[in-house]
C-alpha cells in the first residue's frame, strides 16, 4: 500500500506562512489537505483532482492554494490565523471514489499559529 507522507508542518506567527507537502509514490483520482483541532471535527481544506479541478473551503478561499507536481501535492498556506491552528492530513482517493471520502490518509503534520 502506499504511503502518503506530509512534511512542512510548523509554528509561526498570524500573518505568517507554511507550505506543506504530500509526496506519494503513485498518482490518484483526487488528492487533498484535511485538517483537525482539539476537540473539533476534522474538516475538508482543499482537494485536487486528477484534471486539476480544485475544491477548497471557504474558511481558506484567498488564502490557500493546492498544487501539484507530478505525484507531490503541496498546500500553500498564506496569511495564516491562530484558528488555522490543526493538524494537517493528506488524503487520496483512488479512481473511481470521491475527493470527499479519501481511501488512504497520511500521518499528519502540525501546525501552530500563534497570535
Known amino acids: 500500500q502506499d504511503q502518503l507522507v506530509e512534511s512542512g508542518g510548523g509554528s509561526v506567527q498570524a500573518g505568517g506562512s507554511l507550505r506543506l507537502s504530500c509526496s506519494s509514490s503513485?498518482?490518484?483520482?483526487?488528492m487533498g489537505w484535511f485538517r483537525q483541532a482539539p476537540g473539533k471535527e476534522r474538516e475538508r481544506v482543499a482537494t485536487?483532482?486528477?484534471?486539476?479541478i480544485r475544491n477548497y473551503a471557504d474558511f481558506v478561499k484567498g488564502r490557500f492554494t493546492a498544487s501539484k507536481d507530478k505525484n507531490t501535492l503541496y498546500l500553500q498556506m498564506n496569511s495564516l490565523k491562530p484558528e488555522d491552528t490543526a493538524m494537517y492530513y493528506c488524503?487520496?482517493?483512488?479512481?473511481?471514489?470521491?475527493?470527499?471520502?479519501?481511501?488512504?490518509w497520511g500521518q499528519g503534520t502540525q501546525v501552530t499559529v500563534s497570535s
Open positions: 488524503a487520496a482517493s483512488d479512481w473511481g471514489g470521491s475527493c470527499d471520502s479519501p481511501d488512504f
Open positions: 503513485r498518482s490518484y483520482y483526487c
Open positions: 485536487m483532482r486528477t484534471d486539476g
